[in-house]
């Protein structure tokens, strides 16, 4: 009797393991930890009002920084999807998405820019991983500007992929909608 207990403790294991192991589906990469987060193609993270893609980087091949240059440090399944879904060797900390998306109504919050529906910014990442400059795509006014430029000072560096050589400059662009 006691062996039969013994066996059936062994046999849930074993299927926990592999439940856990295998995912019934094979859905989106979860951003965040969020039901509302997908990824819809390579290439782009989606997240709550937000989407984030990398953008095809035409930089100076002599700008990049070498593996023992930077400090690496384990990356948790949700940077690491974020990065292998972006095809980036920068990976977002796991926190930035979320904390991007609770600016939208301080970004939001004037008349002007109440009429907009989305703001669009090319954000570059150097060598190092710090976000080094920013360029909005369309008119904004004044104090949206101001309020976005607050926003990227407030951005994390991103922390490098393990398995790269060297790590170059990157450019995504963001879009944050009202």
């Avoid at 974020?82 to 919050?109: C, G, K, Q």
Wanted: glycine share 4%.
């Amino acid at each position: 009797m006691r062996d039969m207990t013994r066996f059936r403790k062994l046999i849930a294991v074993i299927f926990l393991g592999l439940a856990l192991t295998f995912p019934l589906e094979n859905g989106d990469a979860v951003a965040q930890q969020n039901p509302e987060a997908s990824s819809t193609s390579l290439g782009i993270v989606q997240f709550q009002r937000l989407s984030l893609s990398k953008l095809l980087a035409v930089s100076d091949s002599k700008d990049f920084t070498k593996l023992e240059d930077l400090e690496l440090s384990p990356l948790s399944l949700v940077e690491e999807s974020i990065a292998r879904d972006l095809n980036s060797h920068w990976a977002w900390p796991e926190y930035t998405l979320e904390m991007i998306d609770s600016y939208s109504p301080f970004l939001f919050r004037t008349k002007k820019s109440q009429d907009l529906d989305e703001v669009t910014i090319l954000l570059d990442v150097n060598s190092k991983g710090k976000v080094s400059g920013y360029e909005l795509v369309g008119d904004v006014d004044k104090g949206l500007k101001e309020r976005l430029d607050h926003m990227i000072r407030k951005l994390p560096i991103c922390k490098p992929v393990p398995g790269y050589s060297s790590y170059t400059p990157e450019r995504f662009e963001l879009t944050i909608k009202k």
